[in-house]
């Protein structure tokens, strides 16, 4: 992830910005006929369409089925997107000021409906027709038991919208100041045919090899963009959709493997040849456990690449549990073992403390000084520590992204290592190469959470990835059950037996930020409802809470920690960097509050024992669908990597955490939430060509070197820092 993902991303449209020289792709968008200055300003603004070839890379988001007409009387409030043809009877503006509003009546041969427009009803008003036919198109809802559509599109019926030929009409992702400006679907539709009218094949050539389309039966790139704005039938539109989303993955997975391969090649890294005295001694003295096969084989990958003079890059994937800190701190032990200092940055002030504990720990009595850095280490204390790692005292620097600023200098950093890789910016990462000189520093990346494999390879795709898939001998599933406010009772029961056999307990509340006075209200309640039941001095309990001082909070954790209070109420601080081996139920209460991963994370809280854990999740009665879904997901599985999918699934690859500020994942029409087996594909593909040609120099592959060439703007933005 060592590349910047430049901006251009950001703007999809410039992708398909075609520079055949002096083609008509090239031309400005207002000498498209039917454009003009105004609209093509309009389209400039709103959607960045600049050119021709811009407005052709605009994919349609959705197609009207035009092959049926919906009868008002068949009509649900669940009936999702309709098309209706009916006469607009009646029109008028209800409400004033910002409530606003334009109603219109619609009746067919069955029935009667409402429409409705909040905006641009100005506009709306002088262009409908009273008494005119219209098609009608879009999502069906009930206010006071009357149907109606908020927004509709609206058509006056014509013969191009009624015959039997009319099949599948594009629908172009728009703005709200494009529909009231009048540059709606259909005016949208116009522009792209006449678009389509004046292209030949010859402006659009293909850009994939021969052999690959012949596999693949893809149709020829002209013939897949028009089928994608002008569907012919279904099988015509799944085809081109295949042929474009395929395009788009392979393009951008031949680059990051390029990317990969030159990085390789040219980007220098220390040799950590000898395995000496500090990791032997850790591994024959302190290591408390046997390592699991997985430990082993990935710090064997690990060790490979260390010794080969190239800068490591290595994603490490694991499982909540599965071990990745002991991993990260024997390669750190490499490091020093070679002369080099090492150190590990984690997101937040409490997993850094949490690291820094455990590692102080694990190196007692080998002579190794272990620093903990972040912005909470100031004045006298700060000056001397920063004076120590540049002298070199310093072996093992661990803290906040306060690692990486400025004033912190090494004498030699040889490796870095970042846990939850995800929640830090790539600037930062990429401050952190210029934290060594001559080379950068090997750089491992551990993720707390199991990323799914379609974002892991798209995210990560120029980094080489090692997987902990294996968790260490003698841990029990944890038993997931979802309980609701009925069961509250037999929750509680259930609490007092297992603290009967001397077992500790997490009680979870949700902390969202923006209603954190409710939160800590939802947890005060909560909690004085625990004391009531398990009231002091037989029972302790813990609370704690985002709106306390950092030691009261400590406080009360070391004493759930140290066994002396047997409940820890809590929000999700305590999502990381608790390590109580004892507690063996987690409580979630407003548990369709948390997100998957959360979720996930939370319960990794749990089964870190010998004992049988439980995590027991807490709803009120009533949860939303996907509410639902994810609750399910969890009874269901253990598997973070199985929770990871689901979690994509169901939020989009946008909403995953961590992932909005690449920009890498804005695809024109890919989604790793569903192409999963086509992205797969095409970084084979990928991987396969660059192995038998890497610098594309075959005749068959011209195609490619020829777009990848065209469209170097694309990609100028993956510099490497270096
Ligand atoms: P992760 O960071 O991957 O969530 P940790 O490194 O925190 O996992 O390890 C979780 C727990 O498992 C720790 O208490 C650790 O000491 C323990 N552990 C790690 N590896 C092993 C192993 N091979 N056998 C037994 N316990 C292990
Ligand atoms: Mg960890």
Known sequence: MLFLYASCFQNPCIIARMNVSSSILDSPIEYLKGVGPKRGDLLKKELSIHTQGDLLGHYPSRYIDKTRFHRIRDLSSDSDQVQIRGILRRLSTVGDGRKKRLVGRLRDETGVMDLVWFTGVHWLEKSLVVGQEYVVFGRVSAFRNQLNIAHPEMEVVSEENTQKAATFAPVYPSTEKLNTKGVDAKVRRRMMKTLFERLTPQELPENLPAYLVQKFRFPSRFEALRQIHFPKDQEGLTAATNRLKFEELFFLQLRLLQLKRRRKGVVKGYVFSTIGEHFNRFYTEKLPFELTGAQKRVIKEIRRDLGSGVQLNRLLQGDVGSGKTVVGLMVMLMALDNGFQACLMAPTEILAQQHYKSISNYVKGLGIQVAFLSGSVKGKKREKLLKL??????????????????????????????????????????????KSKPYPPHVLVMTATPIPRTLAMTLYGDLDVSVIDELPPGRKDIETTHRTENHRMRVIGFMREQIGLGRQVYVVYPLIEESETLDLQNLE????????????????????????????????????????????????????????????????????????????????????????????????????????????????TNDGFEIAEADLRLRGPGNIEGTQQSGILNFRIADLARDGRILQTAREVAARILENDPKLEKPEHHPIRWYLDKHVKQFKGWSLIS
Request: glycine share 8%.
């Open 389 to 434: 790692l540049e002298a070199g005292e310093i072996h093992i620097l661990i803290g906040t992204h306060a690692l990486i600023e400025d004033p912190v200098q090494f004498k030699n950093l040889g490796l870095a290592i970042t846990d939850e890789q995800h929640r830090f910016g790539v600037a930062q990462r990429a401050k952190l190469w210029a």
């Open 525 to 636: 309640e909560g909690s004085e409802a625990l004391q009531r039941e398990f009231p002091m001095p037989e029972y302790q309990i813990s609370i704690v809470h985002g709106r306390m001082k950092a030691a009261d909070k400590d406080f009360e954790m070391q004493r759930f920690v140290k066994g002396e209070t047997q409940i820890m109420v809590a929000t999700t601080v305590i999502e990381v960097g608790v390590n109580v081996p004892n507690a063996s139920v987690m409580v979630i209460e407003n548990t369709e509050r948390f997100g998957l991963s959360q979720l996930h994370q939370l319960r990794g809280r749990v089964g870190r024992g010998a004992e049988q854990s439980y995590c027991i999740l807490m709803s009120s009665f009533k949860v939303s669908k996907e509410g639902k879904e994810r609750i399910q997901t969890m009874v269901r």
